[in-house]
Each structure stands twice: as structure tokens, then as C-alpha cells.
């Protein structure tokens, strides 16, 4: 009878606990796991091109699933090229165990070929990185990364070398006893006390972030028993934006100057679920109040004037019955009205451009909102791609979106669009990819036809780091070293099997996009659009100001003033 490897054990506590992909290449290292996962049957390889990819699609599998997922690199220079990827898990409160194969232990501190120290490596990006010295130990520490990633929301680590993984294991057998999430509540007396704060006041706005999933109903209740605008984060856009009377956008640089100014406005900010890391964007003068299920986040970007410990669904329910409705609307009402203002302004720019021009950004990202299925995935490159999903993409309790909002990498959203596909076959997965951020893991498309995953993707084809030109251009720099060649995506999708478009008129935008989403298989749509245009934040502070007409200036000493009427030509309509 052959032995059961601590690799079995492995494989078959992963199975058990629901698992079922591991996103990774394989290496020698990972011999004892292969070998395990083919004997256990119904755990799947995801075989990417790039060991960052896997992080990536294993963070988006987490968040679009909402159950653990796991990915693998082999010894040194493999679980190496994880570590971007886990890093933007991680800021995600993404659950991922990693594997992170390690060399032959008895040569562990020598120097050996390929050799590095993983858990010192993944410490910063996780919540818990252990190395496996024995087969005895290993389904505690197991468990205990298990355990970590779900219930601490985040990366766990598990460094294993590859002797061990293919030594006897332990004779334990594998099981896994899942926990149902727990709600959180404060003392009724803080209720009572905050309650009494909210009452009192004139002027309350609300900021939500990713915390107020599953919490809709109440919050707009709370909104309404307030007379309070709802402004909302990036990542808590999915769960509140939608049959939300009280929304007024988001805050932030690139927000709506509603959104900024129903803070600014406000003398009680309320932040439910919310980690908005942006300081000036805070409102100087008003009263403070966070809600949040970890207390280590409470006054962690502003001065408190209260905080609570709660989870935002159970603690606002508990909070309404001892609210006072206010029958003064001026707050919301002027708040709801600039709102509807600001939205028309941007919808304004989604238009089409004159025939042979090059598209703009808005109105490609409107089309693909009207075009895309009511509970499409859609992920958003970091980037100017990111930008227009935040403007233009629509909410409606169905849909989702995800990116890398909090760690802020490129690369993000083709990859990401590879973990949401797996988690969710029967649905469209939608990749707003910029130019320059697909061409960084430019070979994990390979990975969506080897895979037969049916993502879209949606390049934004400037050629150009749009978002680094904005800033520089912010700062008064001229935008150098930001160029992109001009390449034909296309092209490159068709010679990788993949059906692929090229759109170079906007005529020719909207057929496009229905022709590919309708395909069966993987597809690409190359969109050429305007690299000279620009996106305004809420409000702008006197140094952008300063450094824009600095940058004019420098743009036409150094013989670029055709920039310049390009800029006027694109952005004044």
C-alpha cells in the first residue's frame, strides 16, 4: 500500500474545505502537490504563464466567490512572482493561501541553488507565513493558515519544502469544519451615546466602502432617517451606488464634486466599512465617526470623535430604532441636486468622436456598460481604466467590480478577469485593461484560450501611461517617458487563437463590442482612444493650477505646442 504524503494531506484537507482551483506554475519543488491533486480528482490546475497572474486571478477568485482560494510557486524565483499579486490580495482582505514550495530542507541556511527566505519574504503581505520543518506539524500549521486568510480576511502563507511535501504524512485524516461568519455589535450604550451625536447634529453625510456588503437596505434607511447624502469609496461602489437615492458618487481624486463636496459640507461624517486613505479629501471641521469590524482600522485615516467595533449590516439595524427622523431635506436635497448636476456634466463627454478620431475613454467605457450583461464582472486596470469604471460603469446589485484599489498596481485586471471567469463560468467577465498595464502580463492571455476561459477584454489603446502623464502634467512636468509604441492588439489576440477586433472609429464601437461579447470563447477588443484626455478631479487645489500652466509653459519652450491644442480641441466640448 504506497504511504500517504503530507502532499495527500494537503490536497485532500484543500478538497474538503471546498476548494477547488489552484492558480500557479509548476516546478520540481511542486512534484509531491501535482502529483496529489491529479490522485484527489476534483481540485483543478490553473496553469498560468506567470506565477503574478496566479496571485492575481486567485485574489479575484476569493473576492467574486466569496470562498478561499489558493494559488502555488515553486522554490525561490517562483513563489518570488507571487508576491506582487499577493500584496494587492492582501490590501483586497482577499482570503488566498499561497504555497510557497521551498528547497530541500536539510539544505535550508546553505545557500543553496535558488534559495531564499519566504517567510521573511511574505511577512508584510500576510497575515500568517510559516515554514513546515516536519511532517507532524504540518496540519496544525494548515489549519492555522487556513483559518487566517478566511477569518482575518488576507493572505496566508505556507512555506513547504519539497522533501517534506513528498515525506510520509501525518495520520491525522483530513477534515475541515467551517465556520458562518459572525456579526459584530457594540455596546448598546455607544449606540445610545452615537445615536444621541446624530440627532443633535444639522448636517450628516455617510462614506461607505467595501465594509457595507450585504448592509444596502439598512444603510439607505439610515440615509433617509438622517437626511444624509451617501458618498461612496471605490471598492464599496458595487454595494451601494445602485437603487440608492441618497448616492452622490465618490469622493477623491477621482471622484464627482458632489461626492466631495457632501463631505466638505458635513458637520458629522459617518464612515461605515470605509478605510478611505486620502486625507485631504477629509472635511477639517466636522465630527468624525467610524464603524468597522476591526478595531485596528478605527481612526486610522482621521481623528475620531467616535468609533465603533461592529459589523456595518447588524450595528446600523441596531442603531435606527433609537434615531429621531429629521423632516429638514435641505442638506440631502442640495446634496442629491449638485449629484445630478455633476452626473450630467460627465455624461456629456461620453460622446462619440468625429469620424477617424480617436475615441474617448468616456464614451468607450459607456458602451461597454449598456452592452454588458446585467451581472457582468467587470475589472479595471489601474490607471485611467480604473477611472472611467468609476464614472461610467453601472451599479445594479447584481454586477460586480474589482481591481487593485488599494495597492494600486498595473497589470491587475486581465489576470483578475481569469480568477472571476473560473469562480463564475456562466457569467461575462469584463477586462477594462489599459495598453500598458496588458502588456505587462501580456502572455497570461494565453492562459484564458489554454484554460477555455471566456473572458472579454477591453484594451483602452493610447499608447500612452495615461494616468503618469496626468500627474506629471499635474506637477508641471512635462510628460516624458510615458510613450507607448503604437501596437495592434489584435494582431498579437489573433496569433494566440484568440477572436480579436481592432476599433479605430466610433461608428464601428458599438457593433464591436456586441459581436465579441456574443462570442463563445475568449475575445479581444483593440480600442484606439484619445491620449489627450484628461480627467478632472472634484475640486482642484491651487498647486495642480500652478503646475498645469507650468507644464503648458515648458510644453511650448521645448517645441510641443501642438500638445497643447490638442489638449483644448479634446477636453473643451
Known amino acids: 500500500m504506497a504511504k500517504t504524503t503530507v502532499a495527500d494531506y494537503l490536497a485532500k484537507t484543500l478538497a474538503a474545505a471546498g476548494v477547488k482551483r489552484i492558480w500557479g506554475v509548476t516546478g520540481d519543488s511542486l512534484n509531491g ?83 531564499t527566505h519566504p517567510t521573511e519574504i511574505f511577512k508584510e503581505c500576510s497575515h500568517f507565513a510559516e515554514l513546515v520543518v516536519n511532517a507532524s506539524q504540518f496540519p496544525r500549521v494548515l489549519e492555522r493558515a487556513m483559518r487566517s486568510a478566511i477569518e482575518q480576511r488576507g493572505v496566508a502563507v505556507i512555506v513547504l519544502p519539497g522533501d517534506i511535501a513528498l515525506s510520509e504524512g501525518p495520520s491525522l485524516s483530513p477534515v475541515w469544519n467551517p465556520t458562518a461568519p459572525s456579526a ?18 444639522e448636517a450628516v453625510t455617510i462614506m461607505c466602502g467595501s465594509g ?92 475620531l470623535a467616535m468609533g465603533l467595533v461592529g459589523t456595518v449590516k447588524e450595528t446600523v439595524a441596531s442603531l435606527l430604532p433609537k434615531l429621531k427622523r429629521k423632516d429638514d431635506r435641505t442638506f440631502v436635497d442640495m446634496a442629491t441636486a449638485h449629484y445630478e448636476e455633476a452626473r450630467r456634466d460627465l455624461d456629456e463627454l461620453a460622446t462619440p468622436s468625429d469620424p477617424g478620431a480617436p475615441i474617448h475613454p468616456q464614451y468607450l467605457t459607456r458602451m461597454i456598460d449598456e452592452a454588458a450583461s446585467d451581472d457582468a464582472i467587470f475589472t479595471a486596470d489601474v490607471g485611467t481604466p480604473t477611472l472611467w469604471a468609476a464614472r461610467y460603469l453601472t451599479m445594479n446589485g447584481k454586477r460586480q ?12 485586471a486581465m489576470p483578475q478577469a481569469l480568477g472571476a471567469q473560473a469562480a463564475h463560468p456562466g457569467r461575462q467577465v469584463v477586462s477594462l485593461s489599459g495598453d500598458g498595464g496588458l502588456s505587462m502580463l501580456l502572455g497570461d492571455l ?16 493610447n499608447s500612452l501611461l495615461g494616468f503618469v502623464s496626468m500627474e506629471l ?101
Open 184 to 201: 459584530i455589535l457594540p455596546p448598546d450604550s455607544e449606540l445610545t451615546k452615537l445615536a444621541t451625536m446624530l440627532n443633535d447634529c
Open 401 to 412: 467590480l474589482h481591481g487593485s484599489f488599494n495597492h494600486g498596481s498595473m497589470a491587475n
Open 33 to 115: 502537490l501535482a502529483f496529489s491533486l491529479d490522485q484527489v480528482g476534483s481540485i483543478r490546475w490553473m496553469h498560468t504563464r506567470h506565477e503574478e497572474a496566479a496571485a492575481f486571478a486567485a485574489g479575484a477568485d476569493a473576492a467574486a466567490s466569496g470562498q478561499l482560494a489558493v494559488c502555488a510557486g515553486s522554490c525561490g524565483p517562483g513563489n518570488l512572482h507571487l508576491i506582487n499579486g499577493l500584496y494587492d490580495c492582501h490590501r483586497n482582505q482577499q482570503p488566498v493561501l499561497a504555497i510557497a514550495a521551498h528547497i530541500p530542507s536539510t539544505e535550508i541556511g546553505l545557500g543553496y541553488f535558488q534559495e
Open 473 to 573: 502634467k499635474a506637477g508641471g512636468y512635462l510628460d516624458t517617458n510615458v510613450d507607448l509604441s503604437k501596437t495592434d492588439f489584435a494582431q498579437i489576440a489573433k496569433g494566440a487563437g484568440i477572436f480579436s477586433l481592432r476599433v479605430e472609429d466610433s461608428e464601428e464601437l458599438e457593433g464591436a463590442l456586441k459581436e465579441a461579447f456574443a462570442h463563445q470563447g475568449p475575445a479581444l477588443v483593440d480600442v484606439v482612444t484619445d491620449k489627450h484626455e484628461l480627467a478632472m478631479p472634484p475640486t482642484i487645489e491651487l498647486s495642480q493650477a500652478k503646475g498645469f500652466s507650468l507644464y503648458m509653459l515648458r510644453a511650448i519652450l521645448n517645441g510641443r505646442g501642438d500638445e497643447i491644442v490638442e489638449l483644448v480641441k479634446t477636453n473643451l466640448r
Open 212 to 303: 457595507v456588503a450585504g448592509a444596502h437596505d439598512e444603510v439607505v434607511k439610515l440615509a433617509d432617517t438622517l437626511g444624509a447624502p451617501i458618498v461612496h469609496a471605490l471598492r464599496g461602489k458595487q454595494f451601494i451606488e445602485y437603487d440608492n437615492p441618497f448616492d452622490v458618487g465618490m469622493t477623491g481624486l477621482i471622484g464627482f464634486s458632489s461626492g466631495y463636496h457632501a463631505m466638505m459640507s458635513c458637520d458629522v461624517l459617518l464612515l461605515l466599512g470605509c478605510d478611505f486613505p486620502y486625507r485631504p479629501f477629509y472635511p477639517p471641521d466636522a465630527k468624525v465617526v467610524q464603524i468597522d469590524w476591526k478595531g485596528s482600522q478605527l481612526g486610522k485615516r482621521a481623528p
Open 446 to 461: 494565453l492562459t484564458a484560450r489554454q484554460l477555455e476561459l471566456p473572458i472579454k477584454v477591453i484594451v483602452y489603446n
